[in-house]
């Protein structure tokens, strides 16, 4: 390859560890694989003849695989892939529906969140622990979980223990970020929360998140993922198209 | 955007630019390509697409590509009705009936779920299948969908649909490529390859 305008040398191959966030189909047998890296942000690269029955590439490059990769970094906005390793392909994920619906919606969520080339180590950890926990157990807690350690990420630090709005100490009974969190009847805004979630979500943000992951399957569990869900897309300006999407 | 080209140019650079796999330098490429060959190539081009629009349907029954309301393939009553092999694609049925190894019924689910393109189960033909199953002779329905994540969800969902309804359920199996090596085969390939493997006849 030439050098480019200014004389530096246009062209790098370079080293990451990455989870594969999605994939678009290009030409005849090619991919665009989005991915989370370790080290560079979130990147976009060309797999090519990744659609082969015999590509090299075989299946390391599907959605959820954790990956050691190298990539060569040209003048465009898509670097190519030239290596590929598999640190773990997740199998039990792929193989259960039911975890698969939950990997898919962290993936759709991370994707929309990360920035292009803007590292953010503690990003790729919290993806990487959720899907390894996810692979393992698949705790009910795991996306709504996610969800508000991500918002927390972002800077929101939802008021949780009394009303955000008057300060009364309750009944708290609805819950809206924009208004900084719960609120009380006659303050009321967003929608409804249940006192068991309101349990949870204190769990979840006061730094016991290992614990809610232990609970059972429930209502309070399923309220939870929906205004979590509502929460950041809201915070995204945009829906997450995969939630609830394969729901039984 | 101002167009630098004339409106017929423009016109066709964007209608290529919609087709599945083709970006606008493709577009553009194949636009001036068509601007270059002889008028009679290029009529007939255009007479081909429509032409297949005209003449070509989808099979009522299964959904492939038809001259008529009934594919051939499920025209042909030699084929045996108690197996459906569910396709994503038409032309999916095209390679598996390459291999010579099928003798029964197909099924085009037109697409496989992608919860990220927010693609479902209702934007697929999958109320259709649960029809013919509950109509035909069916004894066993082969999930035959690719074998990436799209492929796997829809086979996944497919076969917790399918339970409770009494047919055997079967998924084709994933294995190695004939004629490739092992050292290059990825760990899920060779993972279920293992997993599949079969007693050797000692010949
Ligand atoms: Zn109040
Ligand atoms: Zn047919």
Redo the contacts with the bound molecule.
Sequence with gaps: MGQSRDGADPVSLYSDHGIVLRTYKLGEADRIVVLLTRDHGKVRAVAKGVRKTRSKFGSRLEPCSHIAVQLYSGRGELDIVTQVESIDHFRPIREDLDRLRRAVTLLEAVDQVAQDREPSPRLYQMLLGALRTLAAQNPPLVVAGFFWKLLALEGFAPVLDQCASCGSSGPLVAFDLDHGGVLCASCRRGGPISADALDLLRLILGGKLGQALEEPEGLAATELEGIATRALEATLERRLRSAGLLDA | MNSVYTQPVQDLIDELGRLPGIGPKSAQRIAFHLLKVPEQDAVRLAHAITEAKRRVQF?E????I?ESS??E??ADDRRDVSMICVVEEPKDIVAVEKTQEYRG??HVLQGAINPIEGIGPDQLRVRELLERIRDEAVKEIILCTNPNIEGEATAMYLARLLSPVGVTVTRIASGLPVGGDLEYADELTLGRALEGRRAVEAG
Excluded at chain 2, 61 to 64: H, M, S, Y
């Design positions: 099979c029954t299964c959904f492939n038809s009934q594919c393939l499920c019924r197909y």
